[in-house]
């Protein structure tokens, strides 16, 4: 690791001023950050840590929740309003991580953990995310964990977190503060897919720093769950998950939400399926027709071939879980 | 930098670089605590933090300062074992051992977690009432803390044995 300056940061605007100074980071729980310096993938000359700001949960006048970006995985998971308001979002980051990475890491952080694969990490290997332009060595390599949708020749790496494909299943504004300002950014709208680009993974511009994630109202997401398969029952990252809300009136869908992890390089919103099960019986054949309605842009890479099943799969099979109660 | 460690206040003054493992073990005399991957996968540098279960491995000393925490040096009372240190001794929960100081660590913040009612990946409702220790709820929970000689089972045993009667 190489030397660094640490500041703890007492407000959100000192946090921004502090930032202003060239190759500053903001930390949060540093389960991901911390690594990366180890390995000096990521080597910032100043790191400005804001875990202290910004660690309430609320509720917001539209009846949703605004949750501070320095809340702990931990305690979002276990907040009431979200388990019981929305499940599939405890549930997703209970899948995630271990107990004490939990307890560590927080949401503004999980959002930005890197998209990575073994090749990120191997400095051996070329990877386009440490070295634009380098190439990637896991497009022609052992490739099985990577992406099947939206993925470029330059990335095929896949986005780790859990919370995220949650998130990305709900309606979602990622509120940010920086030099210029605050804005706010639609969920689906804050990770990038990799195009030509793939060492560039947010919408965040310089010295822009996450305060807080919104969650809006959707009774839908009362009925909702999160499953992930992956290669040992516990700690892994995920081959696939699928988030999933459902509203069934009289047999048939009226709403649908359902997000996936493991298969692409940002949490990745099945639109397609979704649209392909408005208005249709709420039944297995429909749920596998969305499935393989969202899966017919998947392109899988020499290894991973197995994802576009088992992403089938577990579609169909969490929604059938939803409509019959048992998740 | 001042914080606590064990219940005495220690004073340090440390590189932003050294992370609590470190400053644990090199600085502060406390090699209980152990390195394993240093990359936060295993779970052997498993500390509490306020209580709360962490890996040391992956925090720096700095952001830690003015917290109390405690490690596997701590929890013996009056010369006398921790219940779960006994346990894990009655049910052979380790072979080399190099795990075991996180495995307890890690196992004292799970189980404060279950008795507040935080769910697990496999626990069947969310409604936050305790949650009762299975060995289903104790291999999921502990799932961050690798035993590469395999003595799953003692520790498995010594866990739910201890925590058995805290949550019913």
Not at chain 1, 63 to 80: F, S
Not at chain 1, 201 to 215: F, K, M, S, Y
Not at chain 2, 122 to 132: F, Q, W
Request: hydrophobic share 40%; proline share 5%.
């Amino acid at each position: 690791m190489i030397p660094f300056a640490y500041q703890r940061a007492g407000s959100v605007a000192e946090a921004i001023a502090v930032a202003a100074r060239p190759q500053s980071k903001y930390l949060g729980g540093g389960t991901n950050l911390v690594d990366l310096m180890r390995e000096t993938i990521e080597a910032p000359a100043h790191l400005v840590d804001v875990t202290g700001l910004s660690t309430a949960i609320e509720d917001t006048d539209n009846g949703g929740l605004m949750v501070g970006a320095g809340v702990r995985n931990t305690a979002l998971a276990e907040h009431p309003a979200v388990r019981s308001r929305f499940p599939l979002l405890s549930r997703a980051i209970l899948a995630g991580a271990s107990g004490q990475i939990r307890n560590m890491a927080t949401v503004g952080g999980n959002l930005l953990q890197r998209t990575r694969c073994a090749y990120f990490y191997d400095d051996a290997a070329r990877c386009n995310k440490r070295a634009p332009g380098a190439g990637c060595d896991a497009v022609g390599g052992f490739n099985r964990i990577h992406a099947i949708l939206g993925a470029s020749p330059a990335c095929v790496a896949t986005h780790p977190s859990d919370m995220c494909v949650a998130l990305a299943a709900l309606d979602v504004t990622v509120h940010l503060d920086g030099p210029d300002g605050g804005r706010t950014v639609p969920f689906g709208d804050f990770h990038l897919l990799p195009g030509d680009s793939p060492d560039v993974e947010t919408v965040l511009r310089p010295g822009e720093l996450i305060t807080a994630v919104e969650i809006a109202a959707q009774p839908l997401a009362a009925r909702s769950t999160y499953r992930k398969v992956r290669d040992r029952a516990s700690y892994a990252f995920a081959l696939v998950s699928v988030a999933a809300a459902i509203e069934v009136d009289g047999g048939t869908v009226r709403d649908v939400r359902i997000a996936l992890g493991g298969v692409a390089h940002k949490p990745w919103r099945a639109h397609a399926a979704e649209a392909a099960l408005i208005g249709q019986p709420a039944r297995s054949d429909s749920f596998r027709h969305a499935a393989e309605a969202e899966l017919a842009a998947a392109a899988p890479l020499s290894g991973n071939g197995f994802k576009v099943e088992l992403a089938a799969r577990a579609i169909t099979a969490v929604l059938d879980d939803l409509v019959e109660e048992r998740a | 930098m001042d914080l606590v460690i064990n219940g005495k206040p220690v004073s340090v003054d440390v590189d932003p670089r050294v992370s609590l493992l470190d400053l644990l073990r090199e600085r502060l005399d406390l090699p209980g605590t152990k390195k394993g991957c240093n990359q936060g996968a295993c779970g052997a540098c498993t500390v509490l933090v306020d209580g709360e279960r962490i890996l040391s491995c992956l925090g720096l000393a700095v952001q830690y300062e003015g917290r109390s925490v405690t490690t596997v040096e701590g929890l013996a009372e009056d010369g006398s074992l921790h219940r779960l240190q006994q346990a894990f001794i009655d049910h052979d929960g380790f072979q080399c051992g190099y795990c075991t100081p996180g495995q307890i660590c890690s196992a004292i913040g799970m189980a404060a977690e279950a008795r507040r009612g935080l769910p697990s990946f496999v626990t069947a409702d969310l409604d936050g009432d305790p949650v009762p220790l299975s060995g289903e709820e104790v291999r999921e929970r502990m799932s961050g803390n690798l035993c590469r000689c395999g003595a799953y089972n003692g520790i498995v045993a010594a866990i739910t044995e201890t925590f058995a009667e805290d949550v019913r």
